[in-house]
C-alpha cells in the first residue's frame, strides 16, 4: 500500500529515482535487504509480475544513462484494491478526515475521498496545526 500510496501522491506515475528515494527515507536501502521485507527490490519485481504494480521503461535520449523505469498502479491494484482505497490508507496515515462524496452515474456511482486536515486545534510555534500531533491523535488503532 505504501508503493500505491506514493504513485497517487505524484499524480499516478512514479519515477524509478523518485521511488527509490522515497522508499529510502522509510529506511529502504538500494543493494541491502530490509530487517521485514528481506530482498525489497525483488519484492517489487514479484509485485510487478503479480501485476499489483505496473513499469514501463522510459525512453532515454543519451545511450550512456542507465535503464530508468516509471512506476504506475498495476491491473490487479486497480480491481482487488481500487484508488479509493489507496485514499482512505493515506487520510489514514496523514490523521485527516474522510468526506465521502458521492458522484452519480445513472448505472454506476463512485465514491471519491476528499483529504481534509483534521489537527484538532493543536498549534505549532507558528500558530499553524500541528501535523505530527494531530496524526499520533488520529490513528484508527493503527
Known sequence: M???????????????DTLYDQLKRLGFKEKENHPVFG???????KFIKQLY???KKKESTNQNDK??????????????IGEVKIRKFIANIFGVEEQQEQQGDDEEEEEEVVLRPSFQGQQSSQGRPHPARGRSQNRRGH
Open 2 to 16: 505504501v508503493i500505491l500510496s506514493l504513485i497517487i501522491l505524484n499524480e499516478n506515475v512514479i519515477d524509478q
Open 39 to 45: 530482498e525489497w527490490e525483488k519484492l517489487i519485481d
Open 53 to 55: 504494480l505496473a513499469r
Open 67 to 80: 535503464c530508468i523505469y516509471d512506476y504506475m498502479i498495476g491491473s490487479r491494484s486497480k480491481h482487488e
